[in-house]
């Protein structure tokens, strides 16, 4: 499938949803879009939105076909175990019109962990996959997951959803990696604020934000700028140090590089 994106220079995106309603009742704490956040801005790929859905039909299939739609990728996590509740399949084959049943690739898969007396008709649920769609290999329980053209369906468990995430990633179509300039101010953000703005305005493809701590008694703020392209990184970044100068700030740093 070719997306919007195919070019060698283009922005990947993704969209993450993330499903279950364990997750909006606050019983289960979300552990798995911190974790592939970081993963996709390390190989290149600019998660811009997440949401939290129930386990509702109707919410799944529509934050589906809304995602799939604006970004490169979509990522989503919960909703593809053994139990009634467990829709995640079925509605993304909804979403996408097509089929879904028991998949003999993903039995066979599900064999070498299970004899055939504990393939129950729940387990069974695990192997439906719509039709269409690449599995996703699952190491660790083997219950697959799948990819139907960009939209990839991993599980909610944190250790599984890694290992899904690895198995599917030479697959994905990378970009350039984020790169990131971080200055550590020992001044309130809100000082710092204006000249920052003026910063921004001048560069306004390079993304930058301010985020106040508090240490040893006192007040500060980091500065991170972050790009695609290095020149215009440095540019910016440049530009910021000097503006800091010309503010009479006392204390500035550069912290790291990434």
Known sequence: M?????????????GVIVIGDEILSGRTKDANIAYIAAY????????????????EEDEIVG???????????????????PTHD??????????FGVPIDVDERAVALMR??????????ARLRMARIPEGAELVDNPVSMAP???????????????????????VTPRLRKGRKMLSRTVRVDQPE???????????DAFPDVQ?????????????????????EIGRLEDALQAALRMLEEEKFPSFELIDET
């Open 112 to 121: 070498q962990r299970f004899d055939p007396s504990r393939l129950t008709e």
């Open 86 to 95: 467990d829709i995640t399949a079925d509605s993304v084959a909804k979403a």
């Open 63 to 81: 934050a589906v076909n809304a995602l799939r739609a604006a970004y490169t990728y979509v990522f989503t996590t919960g909703g593809i175990g």
């Open 2 to 14: 070719e997306h919007k994106t195919d070019r060698p220079d283009a922005e990947v995106t993704a």
């Open 145 to 167: 997951g799948f990819m139907l053209e960009n939209v990839v369906v991993m599980a909610g468990v944190p250790r599984i959803m890694q290992v899904m995430l690895d198995a």
């Open 190 to 200: 809100g000082d710092v604020a204006p000249g920052l703005r003026r910063v921004q």
């Open 208 to 228: 930058m934000g301010s985020y106040p701590f508090f240490e040893e008694g006192r007040l500060g703020t980091r500065l991170v700028l972050r790009s695609i």
């Open 40 to 55: 996709l801005t390390e190989i290149g790929i600019r998660l811009k939105e997440v949401r939290i859905v129930a386990d």
